[in-house]
Nanobody, 125 residues
């Protein structure tokens, strides 16, 4: 089992930026894909991006491509999600997730075996 702890959420004005962090722990996760999702009140959990831990390949949902950037720091066991040009509709709880099938099927929630507790992002108009 992989442990995931998110941080970095907060309150930001529209047009601003935040960087979310996800600290990864546990058994070897070199074969895992690390993804970010978000869930707004009353809405389904939405896939945002995934990164292959082993080779850094990335994939993004169309809704955030060009505004959000996923990266990882292997030495720090951390996955990041840089959020730029934030909009009020980006307000949500953001979750980090890990899974062996995540790179092949990134948008499918069942591709992920482990989830963090989430970090709240609020974007004011």
């Amino acid at each position: 089992q992989v442990g995931l702890v998110e941080s970095g959420g907060g309150l930001v004005q529209a047009g601003g930026a935040l960087r979310l962090s996800c600290t990864v722990s546990g058994r070897s996760f070199s074969r895992y894909g690390m993804g970010w999702f978000r869930q707004a009140p009353g809405k389904e959990r939405e896939y945002l991006a995934v990164i292959s831990w082993s080779d850094g390949r990335t994939h993004y949902s169309d809704s955030v491509k060009g505004r959000f950037t996923i990266s990882r720091d292997i030495a720090e066991n951390t996955v990041y999600l840089q959020l730029n040009s934030l909009k009020p509709e980006d307000t949500a709880v953001y979750y980090c997730a890990a899974g062996l099938a995540a790179v092949r099927q990134p948008a499918w929630r069942k591709s992920y075996e482990s989830w963090g507790q989430g970090t709240q992002v609020v974007v004011s108009a």
